[in-house]
């Protein structure tokens, strides 16, 4: 089949398998979740489904296997789209109306996305599972977090000074094979390390301020969620101070619920425009010591609004030597989607510009503290 004749395929649907022939693979995938929403089109009209007792087609999808798969499916804004005509024009509520939909469901990430986009819509029975499978996931995220992120934060490694703590992010692998070089074993071609190094760490003992601007744009859901749970581990260190808002055409100041990352999440309406030259001056109030402020803007950079507002905001901060970093991606993929002319003018103020995991986010942070 053509590229032209595979198109024409998707777009007609399954009832064009007897002129176009029939798709396999990603594309059968995608066909089965076209035709689950818009097969509805065509029941409206009278024309009856021909999926019958003895009919070879593909399991029934439910609401939520729709849901996920469609995500997986389809880019971020044609998922978005899907996902309004199946709730505004189609009337697609199972999800939000009845929660047994939910008992039998693995708690995931990509759940957890899903969910969050409909959670303004659920009735109050459903919201309470909602809540629960939040809750799960969260606490997830958050123990595989913690320790790379507390141990980030507890100090910098002083190369000078030894210690007998045994630790993997202390270990000294240059001053181990300096110490081992007599122990080489030519017949295996390698050192046999008797006696192993680390390194100590220096408690930080001056305060840092770090601010996290957070787009709340649909495209930004898994940013959204990690800054959430870093939000809440970062406030409950000592010697860092946390303020966290997050945007669209609006500021929310979250600061003030930062041990919570459900309830900050819950507090997210996902969509609309992005502003962000807006809540970047916003967050200019938050700064009382700049040489000792971290402000961390996570975007797609994509403004919506005139950016010189943002241009100036971060100028008045670079000139005071506010440490400033600007993230294109939190999820644990470092998927980066961002406005490159927009990020590059941000760099070329003084930010410093990155698409990395959440782990790497959390040593990064702490590189530039120290």
Not at 10 to 24: A, I
Not at 102 to 129: C, H, I, M, W, Y
Not at 138 to 159: E, H, P, Q, V
Request: hydrophobic content about 40%; glycine content about 8%.
């Amino acid at each position: 089949m053509t590229e032209g004749g595979r198109r024409w395929r998707l777009v007609l649907g399954r009832y064009s398998n007897p002129c176009l022939g029939g798709l396999d693979g990603r594309d059968a995938e995608t066909d089965q979740a076209l035709d689950y929403l818009y097969a509805r089109e065509y029941q409206g009209r009278g024309l009856k489904g021909d999926r019958g007792p003895g009919s070879l087609d593909p399991t029934q999808m439910r609401a939520i296997t729709w849901l996920n798969k469609a995500r997986s499916l389809f880019p971020q804004p044609v998922f978005e789209t899907l996902q309004a005509h199946a709730l505004d024009r189609y009337g697609l509520t199972d999800l939000l109306n009845d929660p047994k939909t939910l008992e039998n469901l693995e708690p995931s990430q990509d759940l957890l996305k899903t969910l969050l986009a409909f959670q303004g819509r659920a009735n109050p029975a459903v919201k309470e599972k909602l809540r629960a499978i939040a809750r799960q996931v969260i606490d997830d995220i958050l123990r595989r977090l913690k320790a790379d992120m507390t141990r980030a934060f507890s100090g910098r490694r002083n190369r000078y000074m030894r210690s007998n703590i045994a630790s993997a992010a202390n270990f000294d692998w240059r001053a181990t094979m300096r110490d081992n070089l007599k122990t080489w074993d030519p017949a295996r071609q390698t050192i046999i390390a008797q006696r192993l190094r680390f390194n100590a760490r220096s408690r930080r003992k001056l305060q840092w301020r770090v601010i996290l601007c957070v787009d709340q744009s649909g495209s930004m859901t898994d940013s959204i969620i990690y800054s959430a749970v870093m939000a809440a581990i970062l406030s409950g260190l000592p010697g860092v101070q946390v303020k966290m808002v997050l945007f669209d055409t609006s500021v929310v100041d979250m600061s003030d619920q930062l041990t919570d990352p459900l309830e900050t999440l819950l507090s997210v309406q996902l969509g609309g425009g992005t502003d962000i030259g807006q809540a970047v001056s916003y967050c200019e109030d938050f700064i009382e010591t700049p040489d000792r402020t971290i402000f961390a803007l996570i975007t797609d950079f994509g403004e919506g609004a005139s950016p010189r507002r943002l241009y100036a905001a971060l100028a008045r901060m670079a000139e005071q030597r506010v440490k400033m970093i600007g993230l294109t991606a939190l999820d644990d993929g470092g998927q980066a989607y961002f406005d490159e002319v927009v990020a590059g003018r941000a760099a070329v103020l003084g930010m410093r510009v990155g698409a990395m995991t959440p782990d790497r986010f959390a040593r990064w942070l702490a590189d530039v503290i120290s």
